[in-house]
Each structure stands twice: as C-alpha cells, then as structure tokens.
C-alpha cells in the first residue's frame, strides 16, 4: 500500500506526484495512457501553454513557465524522471472502493492499487461536449486538432470560439500556401470565455480576409461537403470539408460519482445509494463535483 495515489498526470497531478516524492512519501502517478500530461500532449503542435496559475499555490519544484507544448512536455518528463516520481502508464482506473486510510483501486487490466489516499486530478478533456446538431454519412467532425499543417485546401469549420477553437482556427489559417478557407462561429455576440490576446489576434486575422468569423450562430446541420448554419438573418449553407468542434467539455461524472459508492437497485436499474459516493455541485451536466476540504 502507498501512502497516496495520483489518477491523472495533467500539471496538477504531476504537481502533486512531484511533490509527494520530494516528501519522500510512497506512492504512485497512475495516467491511462502510454505518456504523460494526455491533454497537452494532445495540443496542437507549436501551441503555446499555460503558465503558472494566478490563483493556485504551487508547491512542486516542476517547472510550470509558459512555453510551447514541445518545450513544456519535454521539460515535464525530463524533471519527473530526474525526481524519482514514481509512474505508471496504461493505468486507467476503472472503480475505487474502500475509504480514507485504506483504498483500493481497480485498473483496466485487472491490477488492483492500494493506497491511503487519493489525489483525484483527472481533468475534464477526456470528456469533450459533442455536436448536438444531426451528422449526415461521411460527414467529418473530430474534437481535437493536432497538426494544422496536415490540411490543404479545405473549407473547414471551427465550433466554439473559446481559447482551444481561436487557436485551432488560427493554426489552420496561418500559412496561406495551404490553401485552406477557416470559419469559426460563436453562438453569442462576444468571446466570453477566451483570452484578450486571443480575439486580439483573431480579429486582426478577420481584418485581412484570413478566417471568417461568424458570431450569433449556430450549426444546425452537418453533411459530407457541406454545413447549414442558423444565423441572426436566417438559415445560411456553406462548403465545409472538416467540422473542427471545440466546445468546452465536462466532468466524467459516472466514474466519479461511483467512487467509493455503494449501490442499490432503483427501479429496476442500479443506482447508487443516497449519501454515498462523490456529490456534484448541482445536477447539471457540466457541474463538478464537491471539492474536498
């Protein structure tokens, strides 16, 4: 048994695992796939990352500079393996039972962890929010993006026009040589949810006939070569090779509020049992769960 096991190796759980090996404390980083930090690794490539959170004491020595996602990825794996963190890949949990002091941990490949404590920092883009518009056959929607330079001469669409959709639509609109025309739409007049510099930069974009922005719009249809959008003036169709949805994602909140969970049936269904478990702040699908204290 370890004294504490990390499920997720984003920054907060490499944090953590970083900061429980310099403590010389017995555990264990446990992350689903075969490399660390899935969701960066995920970026698109020559992204610029995050740096230090403004809100958020760090108390690891891992360096959490801004940088680009090559540069950030390198510096992360290099620093966890110079730490001694203890890793362990193609780990994905799939139930916790047991509680605080005594918790067991069953992975998808039947291993079972024990541990007295639990760091829980699985994030939430694992779990991205689909098109809830109808896909006609062959159409094409993917969820993430991870070379721009991969396309040429396509109509693409960006959906969702936060900080990840900006910079995908700008990914693929850079280099005029590869031809492609980039829209990205906003269902709502401004970019609430993205950085200054973001819309700075994707106005400026807009300016020179680079990207088309469509804001107060929706996709109500997406067919092979093409997409009809409902817009302020009405129904508009337009060419579209590639749907590029970036829409915000949610908790994965069946595996979490079944952890620790006991269960009853309920009619005729399984259900978990009313105070046990993870509770969420409301039962809304993007709500997150009770933090602990």
């Known amino acids: 048994m370890v004294d504490v096991a990390i499920v997720g190796s984003g920054p907060a759980g490499l944090s953590a695992a970083a900061h429980a090996a310099a403590k010389g404390m017995s555990h264990v980083l446990l992350e689903k796939t075969d490399h660390l930090s899935d969701t960066i690794y995920k970026y698109q490539k020559g992204k610029h990352v995050m740096a230090t959170p ?9 360096d959490f500079d801004a940088g680009k996602r090559e540069a950030i990825l390198e510096t992360w794996n290099r620093q966890i393996a110079e730490g001694k963190v203890n890793v362990q890949l193609n780990a994905e949990v799939t139930a916790i039972t047991g509680a605080a002091g005594d918790f067991a941990m069953t992975l998808k490949n039947g291993q079972t962890v024990r541990a007295k404590a639990i760091v829980m920092a699985i994030g939430t883009q694992g779990n991205p929010n689909l098109v809830r518009c109808p896909v006609g056959d062959g159409a ?3 969820y993430q993006l991870d070379d721009p330079g991969e396309y040429v001469d396509e ?3 960006v959906i969702g026009a936060g900080d990840a959709g900006i910079e995908n639509a700008m990914g693929l609109a850079a280099d005029p040589q590869q031809g ?5 739409v906003n269902r709502s007049r401004d970019f609430a949810t ?7 930069a994707l106005l400026a974009m807009e300016g020179e006939g680079r990207i088309t922005v469509m804001l107060e719009t929706t996709a109500s249809a997406i067919n092979q070569g093409e997409i009809v959008f409902d817009t302020r003036d009405g129904e508009v169709k337009a060419p579209c090779d590639r749907v590029i949805a970036r829409m915000g994602s949610a908790p994965p909140r069946g595996f979490v509020e079944a952890t620790c969970a006991e269960f009853e049936e309920r009619e005729g269904k399984r259900a978990i049992k009313a105070g046990t478990g993870i509770a969420f702040t409301s039962a809304d699908r993007v709500a997150y769960p009770k933090l602990s204290p």
């Open 194 to 200: 993205a950085k200054a510099a973001n819309v700075q």
């Open 155 to 157: 109509h693409i669409v």
């Open 54 to 62: 403004s809100h958020l004491v760090l108390r690891a020595d891992l």
């Open 180 to 184: 492609n025309k980039v829209t990205i």
């Open 140 to 142: 094409v929607v993917q």
